[in-house]
């Protein structure tokens, strides 16, 4: 006659959305142009040293690109073109304040060159100084508005300033000027995505991939997307090219893993928790996922061991007790169900699913006065919780209290009219009081509702 309630930890969805944004707001390495009015002419010396650094930049060899750009200015000190480039290569390493001096220098000294507004607000990004990144993205435009860079560059900012349609527009403008922008086509569907708009997003990561095939960041996107929209089979054909391109993607296994299991195909879900622990053991998430889909497999023994690892993990989380609860109970070990599920209360009060599962282990072991007890107080937490009257009316039966079960069972099935066992319940409960009448047609109606309960029960039962 018991019935608990399920309660299953949240596979907290892994949102990569923009959060690369800035990493894709790429500067652009200055060629040689006509100097500024403010600016002599390079010699031929300084001229090739800022080319070397050029060629080292691009090949990310930082430190001897900076080198070279140094080289240059030491040559030639108002050489804005190297000062811009020893900027950019002072940002790629994370110098950003060394950077923006640098770029305050040599917007001074050429203030129409759009580049350098566009990588000044790239470094100003990376500082998290939004507005002020905004403000030069906006220069960049103002001096050369065909300029894409600084359309996504713009478009990050707004985003991280929580302006997420300007944001959208901004990309818009940028893949408009180049249709096959790949870090504006990835970025503008990551912030559609970020308003659920998965739908919208869909499309434009595919432009993006067609673009850029081998980018596991905007597959990841992609996946995500689809994942939202519904199309799980889909999202899991994504998740699984971009988790086999990279074996140690441990990310993608573990969306893979909740996604089998949103399918109820636990075995694939075990063996891709599994993968994403190999990559990486330290995630208790995935641990409780994995015991999770075990319990799922009906391996409570093995679920066990994987919720003890993922306490160890991260000692005293209520749901992680919660689960290890569940699996001891689903043993028949009620005892170490009951002390489990006890620590859980003991970390979080106000856990009516840790509740139940204690009030049934306490059921489940003959203690009906503490049963009752719990139940009463996980219907304090949620009074129209009709499993919690339900599971409260079973311990007042098996008490042979039968007045106080029909209460019970009596308020489940007015918060919940459909509930076919809760009036048949109800109906065992009447007939002990001789009230065969109203029990009768609690009988009936159990019936109607699940033609599996018997009609005219044995009331003897």
Known sequence: MRQSGRFRRKRAV???LAAMLGFLVLGRLHAQTTPAPT??????????????GHDLYLKKQYNQAIAMFQQALALQPDFAEAMGNLALALDALGKNDEAIAYYQKAVAIRPSDAILYSNFGLALFHQGKYEESTAQYRKALELQPDFPEAYNGLGASLYRMGKVQEAINAYGQAVGLRPGYFDALNNMAAALDSQGRAKEAIPLFERALKAKPD????LENYAHALE??????????????????????????ARLGKLYAGQGRYPDAVTSFQKSLQARPDQPEVVFNLGLALTDERKFGDAVVEFQKGLELQPNDPSGLYCLGNAYYAQKEYSKAIETFQVALSQKSDFPEALAGLGAAQFSQGDMSGAIATYQKAIELRPNDANARFNLGNAYFASRNFPAASDSY???????PDFARAHYNLGMALARQKNHKAAKAEFAEAHRLD????????TNE
């Open 14 to 16: 892994a949102v990569v």
């Open 39 to 52: 600016q002599t002419a390079p010699s031929n010396a300084a001229r090739d040293r800022d080319i070397q």
């Open 215 to 218: 980018s596991p960041e905007i």
């Open 228 to 253: 939202l929209s519904g199309r799980s089979d889909d999202a899991i054909a994504a998740y699984t090219i971009l988790a086999t391109q990279n074996p140690n993607g441990y990310q993608a296994w």
């Open 410 to 416: 009596r308020i489940a099935v007015q918060d919940k």
């Open 451 to 458: 033609p599996n309960m018997p009609e005219s029960p044995d």
